[in-house]
């Protein structure tokens, strides 16, 4: 008798089982990424995201995606800060996995799903079919503890039908608006024009101003330049200089926030800190290197060293009776630390 008991009861759970199992297989998968509130950088190795990053690169197969197929969702407090969020991840799978704006399908939030906010979802069609096929060939559930590190899934969340449906209907302009301002923000996050000035320099009471313009991701182009003009004790003392820097940096990196360059400069110079004075010109060049520190959405520290050569070449002089009296040429090469600075950037757009 109990033994008749036991399959009854095996049998009931096997039916009511079943349906609730083949509905869900219904639902594409959703992958979540979440985001510090308040904040609209992607920090991969937080809270789960990096392991989930990982396993949904391994899953995605550029070749069989269609335009469109790969659905980014985002919910936040307000709709600017879910689409820069949308785009930080779209960001990773673009550089890991070499995916195409076009890949993509956009939609932006205010508010919360489900309880969750300060996330975004990563939808694959491709993933849904897998699971599907995977569900009808092991109908068995395994035990999470017995799987290892490789096998284990990041965490899924099954959208909802009226989620789902609601984005199927969306009209087609401002679907078409949608990927517009996303494709936008993915190529202008990092900022595109930028102000800079050295604090360095003006420690030295020397005004200095740049500006750089951020090609892509990974290289920029940026022309910095000095200017100062300084006398007293009746002009036997002098300081005065003029130079034009510009170069080329190229970004590493998940962030981006490290960089190496090449960097050229170029100008004049009139010092006169003692009783003879140095007029002439200077240029050289090295390579240089440094990082970003990201105070807010507008503002960054740089922090930034150049090795290389210096060439100069000058008249030396005194002052008598306010007249400068020359004492012969000379030149001079430098090898060394030919450019250091803390530099503060305000990016414009």
Known sequence: MNAWKTVLLCTLLVMVATPMFAQ????APQIVFRFVEGNDMFYVPWNGNGTALDSLCRMIKPAAL??????????????KLSMIR???????LITRKGLQEEHFTTTNNVGEWNGLKNVVFVTLPLLNQLEAEKRQDAPVQMDKS?????QKQPEMVAAPQEETASHTATPSNEVKQTETASSRTTKTDYGTFSLRTNLLRWATLTPDLGI???????????VNGTWTSWSWDDK??????????????YYLGTQKRGYLGVMYHVGEFNYKLSDTGKQGNLMGGGITGGYLLKLNRALNLDFSLGIGCTHAEYDKYTVID?????HGKADKNYWGVNHAGISLIWTIF
């Open 86 to 92: 949308c785009n930080r991840v779209k960001s990773e």
């Open 322 to 326: 306010g007249v400068n009296v020359k």
């Open 236 to 249: 036997n003392r002098r300081y005065a200089l003029w130079e034009i820097s510009p170069e080329v940096r």
């Open 66 to 79: 269609d335009k469109g197929s790969v659905k980014v969702d985002g919910y936040s407090d307000t709709r």
């Open 146 to 150: 017995t799987l290892t590190d490789t």
């Open 24 to 27: 869900a297989t219904d639902k």
């Open 212 to 222: 750089e313009w951020r090609i892509n991701r990974n290289w920029s182009i940026q």
